[in-house]
């Protein structure tokens, strides 16, 4: 289990990450995961947590800091400037995802509205991220 | 599942001769939708883009190549305005872990290891075609 990368999933919608975490369950679990209710917490477990992810799935609209403006964070954070960072969400207007792109997500995902489509995004993307792109290796495993 | 108003374009920046037919023969097999267009090395990719003579949605970037190699191509459109929410991903034979987090550092979108036999790499394509153009929004290129 130790050696499969850790994706953190920024989701405040409990119902969202209730299906997120059941397709999960669902699918071949290639990776571990961490959810984060909203970007304060995420950025507490970016600060605090030995253990460090190698792939965050954001929600664009979050409470408080948003999902484009934590994006900005991490962009601008010497120590998590390299993460690959896949944006989610249901609004498909092409200004957000050209902000996006430019701001430097690493992919933009419409955020799918059926349990099915949870699950067929959940394997795509984690098959793609997983099996096909090398990640960054996980600074816990480097350090040690 | 993304729709786009104007048919897929991927710039292929690749130095192998061998390499670039081959990929133009795993897209010709694959009956991918869109238009291929390939760059010799960085340089060449660069003009391209600055001319205006390909406008991609998504770029395939190799990184060891005579001129201007892939790094500092993906330096160079990621601190341009005009390029830098252009999705750019990595192609290339080096999985060496700091070249990974490089890349990602200067803005690479993914980094995928091209395989060294002709099966392998049309899987591979297969699997980064319909990632990026079937689940993925690209930006557009309105």
Redesign the interface.
């Given at each position: 289990m130790a050696d499969k990368p850790l994706l953190m999933v920024v989701e405040d919608d409990a119902e969202h990450r209730f299906i997120m975490n059941w397709s999960y369950q669902k699918s071949t679990q290639l990776c571990n995961v961490l959810f984060a209710e909203d970007a304060e917490q995420a950025l507490f477990y970016l600060d605090d947590l030995p253990t460090h992810p190698s792939l965050m799935l954001l929600d664009y609209q979050l409470p408080g800091i948003g999902g484009m403006q934590l994006l900005q964070q991490i962009r601008k954070s010497d120590k998590w400037?390299?993460?690959?960072v896949v944006m989610f969400s249901q609004f498909?207007k092409?200004e957000i995802?050209?902000e996006a792109?430019?701001l430097?997500v690493?992919?933009?995902?419409?955020k799918p509205e059926n349990r099915g489509d949870f699950l067929n995004?959940w394997n795509?993307?984690f098959?793609?991220?997983n099996?096909?792109?090398?990640?960054?290796?996980r600074t816990d495993q480097?350090i040690r | 599942m993304p729709t786009y108003s104007k048919p897929l374009v991927i710039l292929i920046v690749e130095d192998d001769e061998d390499d670039r037919e081959l990929l133009q023969i795993a897209f010709n097999e694959g009956d991918y939708k869109g238009e291929l267009f390939f760059a010799n090395d960085g340089e060449h990719a660069w003009q391209l883009l600055n001319e205006g003579n390909v406008d991609p949605s998504l770029l395939l970037l190799d990184i060891n190549m005579p001129r201007l190699n892939g790094m500092e191509l993906l330096e160079k459109l990621k601190s341009t305005l005009q390029f830098k929410a252009l999705p750019v991903i990595m192609f290339t034979t080096s999985s060496n872990e700091a070249m990974v987090r490089k890349a990602y550092e200067l803005g690479a979108n993914s980094y995928v290891v091209k395989p060294q036999n002709f099966q392998r790499l049309s899987e591979i394509w297969e699997q980064v075609y319909s990632y990026w153009t079937q689940m993925i929004q690209l930006p557009s290129r309105e």
């Open positions: 400037k390299h993460l690959p498909h092409k995802i050209e792109y430019t430097g690493n992919a933009f995902v419409g995004i795509t993307v098959d793609f991220w099996t096909h792109s090398q990640l960054p290796k480097t | -």
